[in-house]
Protein backbone atom coordinates (compact mmCIF):
# COMPACT_ATOMS: atom_id res chain seq x y z
CA UNK A 1 0.00 0.00 0.00
CA UNK A 2 1.06 3.57 -0.43
CA UNK A 3 -0.04 6.57 0.85
CA UNK A 4 0.50 10.55 0.54
CA UNK A 5 -0.89 13.83 1.35
CA UNK A 6 0.10 17.39 0.42
CA UNK A 7 -1.06 20.47 0.72
CA UNK A 8 -0.05 23.34 -2.14
CA UNK A 9 0.12 26.89 -2.01
CA UNK A 10 1.21 29.68 -3.90
CA UNK A 11 4.93 30.00 -4.23
CA UNK A 12 4.59 34.09 -4.22
CA UNK A 13 1.60 33.92 -0.92
CA UNK A 14 2.67 30.44 0.83
CA UNK A 15 -0.29 31.45 3.69
CA UNK A 16 -2.64 31.19 0.34
CA UNK A 17 -3.88 27.32 0.08
CA UNK A 18 -4.52 26.23 -3.39
CA UNK A 19 -5.27 22.81 -2.70
CA UNK A 20 -5.07 19.36 -0.55
CA UNK A 21 -4.41 16.15 -1.93
CA UNK A 22 -4.34 12.80 -0.23
CA UNK A 23 -4.24 9.53 -1.47
CA UNK A 24 -3.74 5.82 -1.28
CA UNK A 25 -3.28 2.87 -3.32
CA UNK A 26 -2.28 -0.89 -3.65
CA UNK A 27 0.26 -1.91 -5.97
CA UNK A 28 -1.18 -4.12 -8.86
CA UNK A 29 1.48 -4.87 -10.86
CA UNK A 30 5.44 -6.00 -9.89
CA UNK A 31 8.20 -3.80 -11.18
CA UNK A 32 10.72 -5.48 -13.80
CA UNK A 33 13.59 -7.86 -12.34
CA UNK A 34 16.70 -5.56 -11.05
CA UNK A 35 14.72 -2.36 -10.82
CA UNK A 36 15.26 -1.29 -7.54
CA UNK A 37 13.73 2.04 -5.57
CA UNK A 38 15.18 4.79 -7.69
CA UNK A 39 17.34 7.77 -5.56
CA UNK A 40 15.49 10.68 -7.00
CA UNK A 41 17.80 13.40 -4.84
CA UNK A 42 18.88 16.28 -6.22
CA UNK A 43 16.17 15.72 -9.27
CA UNK A 44 13.75 17.98 -8.44
CA UNK A 45 11.74 19.91 -10.99
CA UNK A 46 11.24 23.51 -10.58
CA UNK A 47 8.80 24.87 -13.46
CA UNK A 48 7.47 28.00 -13.27
CA UNK A 49 4.02 28.61 -14.53
CA UNK A 50 3.94 30.33 -18.04
CA UNK A 51 1.16 31.54 -20.61
CA UNK A 52 3.84 29.28 -22.74
CA UNK A 53 3.32 26.11 -21.40
CA UNK A 54 0.91 23.66 -22.71
CA UNK A 55 -2.06 22.41 -20.91
CA UNK A 56 -1.50 19.27 -19.06
CA UNK A 57 -3.35 16.87 -21.05
CA UNK A 58 -1.67 18.49 -24.17
CA UNK A 59 1.76 17.56 -22.24
CA UNK A 60 0.52 13.96 -21.60
CA UNK A 61 -0.79 13.25 -25.27
CA UNK A 62 -4.39 13.75 -24.43
CA UNK A 63 -6.44 14.16 -27.26
CA UNK A 64 -10.13 15.10 -27.63
CA UNK A 65 -11.35 12.98 -30.37
CA UNK A 66 -14.82 13.78 -33.09
CA UNK A 67 -17.12 12.19 -30.48
CA UNK A 68 -16.47 14.47 -27.97
CA UNK A 69 -14.66 11.75 -26.00
CA UNK A 70 -11.22 12.42 -24.06
CA UNK A 71 -8.23 10.00 -24.84
CA UNK A 72 -4.63 9.05 -24.10
CA UNK A 73 -2.56 7.25 -27.05
CA UNK A 74 -1.92 3.69 -26.82
CA UNK A 75 0.88 2.90 -24.21
CA UNK A 76 4.18 4.12 -24.58
CA UNK A 77 7.26 4.26 -22.66
CA UNK A 78 6.58 7.90 -21.76
CA UNK A 79 3.02 6.81 -20.19
CA UNK A 80 4.09 3.65 -18.33
CA UNK A 81 4.92 3.30 -15.00
CA UNK A 82 8.18 0.80 -13.98
CA UNK A 83 5.92 -2.28 -14.89
CA UNK A 84 4.59 -1.26 -18.27
CA UNK A 85 1.06 -0.52 -17.21
CA UNK A 86 -0.55 3.11 -17.44
CA UNK A 87 1.00 5.48 -15.08
CA UNK A 88 -1.64 7.72 -12.70
CA UNK A 89 -0.40 10.58 -13.48
CA UNK A 90 -1.82 10.80 -17.66
CA UNK A 91 -4.84 9.06 -16.28
CA UNK A 92 -5.71 11.56 -13.12
CA UNK A 93 -4.59 14.84 -15.95
CA UNK A 94 -7.53 13.20 -18.98
CA UNK A 95 -10.09 12.21 -16.24
CA UNK A 96 -9.77 15.87 -14.70
CA UNK A 97 -9.92 17.56 -18.22
CA UNK A 98 -13.51 15.25 -19.50
CA UNK A 99 -15.03 16.09 -16.17
CA UNK A 100 -14.71 19.70 -16.37
CA UNK A 101 -15.33 19.47 -20.03
CA UNK A 102 -18.92 17.41 -18.58
CA UNK A 103 -19.88 19.85 -16.18
CA UNK A 104 -19.32 22.77 -18.63
CA UNK A 105 -21.60 21.55 -21.17
CA UNK A 106 -24.18 20.60 -18.55
CA UNK A 107 -23.81 24.49 -16.99
CA UNK A 108 -22.98 26.13 -19.80
CA UNK A 109 -20.17 27.57 -18.11
CA UNK A 110 -16.01 26.82 -17.43
CA UNK A 111 -16.38 29.06 -14.26
CA UNK A 112 -16.15 25.78 -12.02
CA UNK A 113 -14.22 24.67 -8.48
CA UNK A 114 -13.48 21.08 -8.11
CA UNK A 115 -15.11 20.70 -4.08
CA UNK A 116 -14.61 16.40 -4.81
CA UNK A 117 -12.58 14.22 -6.26
CA UNK A 118 -12.37 10.19 -6.07
CA UNK A 119 -11.11 7.95 -8.28
CA UNK A 120 -10.74 4.36 -7.78
CA UNK A 121 -7.92 2.50 -10.00
CA UNK A 122 -9.31 -0.75 -11.13
CA UNK A 123 -7.11 -2.50 -13.12
CA UNK A 124 -3.77 -2.17 -15.11
CA UNK A 125 -3.72 -0.37 -18.76
CA UNK A 126 -1.81 -2.32 -21.11
CA UNK A 127 -1.89 -1.55 -24.84
CA UNK A 128 -4.48 1.33 -25.40
CA UNK A 129 -5.92 4.00 -26.66
CA UNK A 130 -7.56 5.19 -23.68
CA UNK A 131 -10.86 6.47 -23.88
CA UNK A 132 -12.83 8.43 -20.93
CA UNK A 133 -16.92 7.89 -21.08
CA UNK A 134 -18.47 10.10 -18.56
CA UNK A 135 -21.62 11.15 -17.63
CA UNK A 136 -23.04 14.79 -16.03
CA UNK A 137 -25.40 15.58 -13.45
CA UNK A 138 -26.17 19.08 -12.43
CA UNK A 139 -27.43 19.33 -8.62
CA UNK A 140 -28.99 21.97 -6.69
CA UNK A 141 -27.07 25.12 -4.91
CA UNK A 142 -25.09 25.34 -8.25
CA UNK A 143 -23.38 22.25 -7.92
CA UNK A 144 -23.03 19.34 -10.94
CA UNK A 145 -21.55 16.12 -10.01
CA UNK A 146 -19.58 13.92 -13.30
CA UNK A 147 -19.04 10.04 -13.13
CA UNK A 148 -16.40 8.42 -15.37
CA UNK A 149 -14.89 5.31 -16.69
CA UNK A 150 -11.31 4.87 -18.56
CA UNK A 151 -11.23 2.43 -21.08
CA UNK A 152 -7.81 0.60 -22.25
CA UNK A 153 -9.71 0.03 -25.89
CA UNK A 154 -6.79 -1.89 -26.85
CA UNK A 155 -6.96 -4.78 -24.24
CA UNK A 156 -11.07 -5.61 -25.00
CA UNK A 157 -12.63 -1.89 -24.10
CA UNK A 158 -11.73 -3.40 -20.29
CA UNK A 159 -12.67 -0.30 -17.71
CA UNK A 160 -9.39 0.27 -16.31
CA UNK A 161 -10.24 3.57 -13.91
CA UNK A 162 -13.80 4.89 -12.18
CA UNK A 163 -13.77 9.00 -11.49
CA UNK A 164 -16.02 10.92 -9.90
CA UNK A 165 -15.90 14.82 -8.85
CA UNK A 166 -18.65 17.11 -7.54
CA UNK A 167 -17.88 21.15 -9.29
CA UNK A 168 -19.46 23.99 -7.55
CA UNK A 169 -20.56 26.94 -10.19
CA UNK A 170 -18.16 30.29 -9.39
CA UNK A 171 -18.72 33.67 -10.68
Same mark, same amino acid.
Given at each position: ???? =???????????? @?? #?????? *?????? $? $? +??????????? +?? @????????? $?????????????? =??????? !????? !?????? %????? %??????? #????????? *???????? !?? %?????? =? &????????? &???????????? @? =????????? *?????????????? @??
Amino acid at each position: MGYG =RCKIVDADNPDR @VI #AFNEGQ *GAIIGI $P $P +EGLGKMDVSGT +EL @VIEDSPDLP $PLWQAFGASKRPDN =RWQLPAL !SEELA !SPDAAL %HIGPQ %HVVLETA #AIDLAAEAV *GTRKLQVV !SW %HVMFMS =R &GKVGPFRVD &GTAHVGGSGKVG @V =RMLLHDEGN *GNKAVTSAAAVFEI @VD
